[in-house]
């Protein structure tokens, strides 16, 4: 069935390097992919998102790399920050399924000052 | 803040209570979702409302009930939950045909 899930649960960085949370997916047919982040008592916030036809791209501190090769997505952000701490999910929307998102299970990033 | 508010922040309920849950949005979207988000596990979708109607329910019980009045507020209607529904209750809201959805801060269920 489909499935998206991530490798780690919690992932520990120091401020100022560089962070990489990682998302598999199962649904090969599937063509958008968004990564949200939400902080403790709020709901998740767009980060970026990527169609099938790109395999980067980029945002301020953050990109996004899609290798549908190996159904692989992966979140990069550049000099962590404090603020950066929070669950990270990444979803997949099956291709012609508009308005439905598949969320993984989440990874936690804890920055240590 | 997105433009998706939530209304209560936090609720505590028995099982014979009936109590609502209340989202807005101020995006000018026509599609609206409800999640619900349980410690652990993946966001669940429960209803879409795509220019106020139904277009998907999700297996949910009939426990909850959504109704959505006009493309800015959608409502869920509680009634006879179990303790196993206690969770977060995710409102978000989308243009329709658009895969970006932009969420509230949710709801904090408690059913005793």
């Known amino acids: 069935g489909e499935s998206v899930g991530l490798h780690l649960p919690t992932l520990s960085v120091q401020e100022g390097d560089n962070s990489i949370i990682n998302c598999a997916y199962s649904?090969?047919?599937?063509?958008?992919f968004i990564w949200y982040k939400q902080e403790s008592g709020k709901g998740p916030q767009f980060i970026i998102d990527i169609r099938s036809n790109m395999d980067k791209r980029q945002g301020q501190r953050v990109t996004v790399l899609l290798n549908k090769t190996v159904k692989h997505l992966s979140l990069q952000i550049a000099a962590t920050q404090p603020g950066d701490s929070a669950v990270y999910f990444c979803?997949?929307?099956?291709?012609?399924?508009?308005?439905?998102?598949?969320f993984g299970t989440g990874t936690l990033l804890a920055v240590q000052p | 803040e997105t433009g998706v508010t939530q209304t209560p922040r936090h609720l505590v309920m028995g099982m014979t209570n009936k109590k609502s849950l209340k989202c807005e949005q101020h995006?000018?979207?026509?599609?609206m979702y409800w999640y619900k988000q349980s410690a652990k596990k993946p966001l669940e979708l429960m209803f879409v409302?795509?220019?106020?109607?139904?277009?998907e329910n999700n297996s949910v019980p009939s426990r909850f009930s959504p109704e959505c009045p006009n493309s800015s507020h959608l409502f869920l209607h509680l009634h006879t939950l179990q303790p196993e529904d206690s969770a977060l209750y995710l409102c978000a809201s989308s243009r329709t045909g658009a895969n970006e959805q932009f969420f509230g801060p949710g709801t904090r269920l408690t059913v005793l």
């Open positions: 649904n090969s047919a599937s063509d958008y």
């Open positions: 979803a997949e929307s099956p291709s012609g399924a508009t308005n439905k998102l598949i």
């Open positions: 995006l000018g979207h026509n599609a």
């Open positions: 409302y795509n220019f106020k109607e139904q277009t």
